[in-house]
């Protein structure tokens, strides 16, 4: 036993929370620096409280797998106090660890640093347990639900649980619907000239002629015959004028036989290109895109 605990103070050295643990001294001494790097000083001597030697002692167990050892279980450290780090108090509370760190740091300014696992005792836990309850009184179905909450975090944290459940279900659905109107509005407003389109042609029963496609398009610049000549240009149609089977095929046009008679009496058969409603949509989307 070391002058400090004759007079009272139960703080231990490095040295003497190894022989308690029955650990290597080099074992705490990694610990203490990686938890507490602030305690420890070249030439002078570290001192740990008991909430610093029960941190310790947990993250030996955790990373040695000494929870079951004797010797380890068995040490009178006199630390008998139960510690949680951020993510016990947020799976016992049923919250995400963001709102637990919140509350602590409001709670113990500085307590929590970066790089350095926190630790709270029960009384801390209390603390932050009664801080999120004071932040959860406007809401109508916590109300009664949580007073008389144990600091032993009962079952009765279920409650915290279902609130924060619905609370994020609530902020989910209007995000949902706001997204949905969002694409709503977009493709009503992409659609519109299109429906516009399809207003104009809709009055065809069977397909339209090239130059009634010309004036159902509207473009300035594409008459019939320049109309022939961009599409030849894009291997839609043939010298002939006549659109390659497998636009025929996709419904885009149709092609029909008319017989006139020359002056001689003669009688002759010629083929004629008609555009669907879809081909006529076909046709301006070409033009669009050759524009663009």
């Known amino acids: ?37 602030e305690l420890v000083r070249n030439g002078i001597t570290t001192y740990l409280d008991d909430v610093q030697v029960t941190a310790v002692k947990l993250e030996i167990q955790k ?18 106090k139960k510690l ?30 970066n790089g350095v696992k926190t630790y709270f005792d029960e009384r801390e836990v209390t603390l932050i347990l009664e801080s999120i309850k004071r932040g959860q009184e406007n809401q109508t179905t916590l109300k009664g ?9 009962t079952p009765t944290l279920k409650v915290a649980e279902l609130a924060e459940l619905i609370e994020r279900s609530h902020r989910e659905i209007e995000a949902i619907k706001d997204a949905e109107i969002e694409r709503l509005k977009r493709e009503r407003e992409a659609d519109a000239p299109k429906v516009e389109f399809f207003d104009q042609v809709a009055d065809s029963k069977d ?36 659109p390659y089977r497998k636009f025929q095929d996709q419904g885009y046009f149709r092609v029909i036989e008319q017989k006139w008679t020359d002056n001689e009496g003669e009688t002759h058969i010629s083929l004629k290109t008609l555009a669907y409603q879809r081909g006529v ?3 301006r989307k070409l033009i669009q895109k050759a524009k663009s």
């Open 1 to 37: 036993m070391n002058e400090l605990a004759r007079q009272g103070d139960k703080r231990m050295t490095v040295k003497e929370v190894a022989e308690a643990l029955g650990v290597h001294y080099d074992t705490v001494a990694s610990h203490v620096k990686q938890l507490f790097p």
């Open 281 to 283: 949509d076909f046709i």
């Open 63 to 80: 990373s040695h797998n000494l929870r079951n050892s004797p010797k380890v279980h068995d040490a009178k450290t006199d630390l008998g």
């Open 207 to 242: 397909a339209l002629q090239m130059r009634d496609v010309a004036g159902v398009l509207n473009l300035s610049g594409y008459g019939r015959n320049t109309l022939f000549e961009f599409l030849r240009k894009k291997e839609v149609l043939d010298s002939r004028n006549i």
């Open 84 to 113: 949680y780090t951020v993510k016990d108090l947020a799976d016992k509370f049923g919250c995400d660890t963001h709102t637990i760190t919140n509350h602590a740091n409001r709670l113990f300014p500085g307590k929590i640093q």
């Open 145 to 153: 639900s949580l007073q008389g909450t144990e600091t032993s975090l």
